[in-house]
């Protein structure tokens, strides 16, 4: 039993795992080969950093850089492929390719590589979707990442250091804030328990008014000329109630 719910959650998380395993071997490729794969990431503002947006997440500067990113990436990924499977694919790319553009339109003029813009962008999508959908599951997810990774908001400020991208830790978060936001109102089957529907999506009740709901959309004129014919309707009634009433006739 124990052996196949593993199982389970190994083919559950494979995106997360093919996709760290990825950088690890384009890693490793750019260590042993020394094939200077920083040329691959985001150079702002030149067409030929454009390419940098797809390839930018798989290049590190080092060892260490690489280590820093793994585990956020594996647990952020899990998080996201289990807790919310109907936008994980939208969000993540999203994110990818939003941080990127942000980092290509408005960062230093340097070569900007790693998976950290990828890595704030989960942790803004995933704290600010809590504070969005306000339901049970996201908000105990939104608190395990705040614990997590509170301590990383300061290297998304320019002090964080010269060879730091503190632009790319700015600009993921600000696009899983916004991610966050566009798929808020996607719920996911765990979630539709704690859903609770719009107004405009009740039953509707019928309400009684003390005055027509039109009352004061008509003219004067037009209300004088209703009054007049509601008027002469009933003296109309009033005259053919009379006339049915009068005594038989008697012949003489």
Known sequence: MLHRDLKNFIYKIKYPILLLLSIWVIEAGNYFFELKLSILGIYPRQLSGLPGILTAPFIHSSWGHLASNSLPIITLTTILVIFYRKVASQAFMMIWIGTGMMVWLFARPSFHIGASGLVYGLIGFIFFTGLFKKNAKSIVLSLIVLTLYSGSVESMFPNAGNNISWESHLFG????????????????????????????????????????????????????????????????????????????????
Request: proline residues 5%.
């Open 173 to 252: 978060a600000l696009v899983g804030l916004a991610t966050s936001f566009i798929l808020r109102n996607v719920i996911e089957e765990d979630e539709k328990q704690y859903h609770i529907p719009p107004s405009w999506a009740e039953e509707k009740v019928i309400k009684q008014y003390f005055l027509p709901r039109d009352v004061f959309e008509k003219t004067k004129v037009q209300r004088y000329y209703e009054l007049m014919e509601s008027e002469r309707v009933r003296l109309e009634m009033e005259r053919v109630s009379k006339e049915n009433n009068l005594p038989d006739s008697i012949s003489t």
